[in-house]
T-cell receptor
């Protein structure tokens, strides 16, 4: 099992560009999450999903959109990137309750 | 929202020493997790522990939900224990998780 994978690993964007981050899990987990981690801080929840076709806002949802068209995939979109969105993005998945399993992260730099 | 405070923020240990990391939270929670982020950035779940005590090798954790704190014990520390330890709580049971700011641990040989 690959666990949780994220694509891409690293990306540089110019202000105003758009991009989509892909998260995939092969553990048949119901719940999936997107977090961002900024220097010296813990992780902050952007959006999450409790099942295929559902999404919900987390702590810092502004500037991001998500979709969960398939159970195994959770996509995070930035429609118009801003320098404040420079961060490391982590995806995670879990059963309805319990341990969250994290992907390796995506480093995003917005110039 | 719920506040999660971790202490100490930084900790330096000699290899072989023991340590206790603390996580305080401001409201009742349905679940609590401890994570280790290694120097390469990978996040590994250590414990899912909404209450009680669990042990896994040299690590153990205790959560006293009624008093709103959790402790992570590391015994006989090794250099591979270095990294940042995060506590994460879910107050509502819907997995809307809030992370603390972490304890940065450095174990020196």
């Amino acid at each position: 099992n690959a666990g949780v994978t994220q694509t891409p690993k690293f990306r540089v964007l110019k202000t105003g560009q758009s991009m989509t981050l892909l998260c995939a899990q092969d553990m048949n987990h119901e719940y999936m999450y997107w977090y961002r981690q900024d220097p010296g801080m813990g992780l902050r929840l952007i959006h999450y999903s409790v099942g295929e076709g559902t999404t919900a806002k987390g702590e810092v949802p502004d500037g991001y959109n998500v979709s969960r068209l398939k159970k195994q995939n959770f996509l995070l979109g930035l429609e118009s990137a801003a320098p404040s969105q420079t961060s490391v993005y982590f995806c995670a998945s879990s059963y309805t309750k319990g341990t969250q399993y994290f992907g390796p992260g995506t480093r995003l730099l917005v110039l | 929202g719920i506040q999660v405070e971790q202490s100490p923020p930084d900790l330096i240990l000699q290899e072989g020493a023991n340590s206790t990391l603390r996580c305080n939270f401001s409201d009742s929670v349905n679940n609590l997790q401890w994570f280790h982020q290694n120097p390469w950035g990978q996040l590994i779940n250590l414990f899912y522990i909404p209450s009680g005590t669990k042990q896994n090798g040299r690590l153990s954790a205790t959560t006293v939900a009624t008093e709103r704190y959790s402790l992570l014990y590391i015994s006989s520390s090794q250099t591979t224990d270095s990294g940042v330890y995060f506590c994460a709580v879910d107050p509502g049971g819907y997995q809307k998780v809030t992370f603390g700011t972490g304890t940065k641990l450095q174990v020196i040989p």
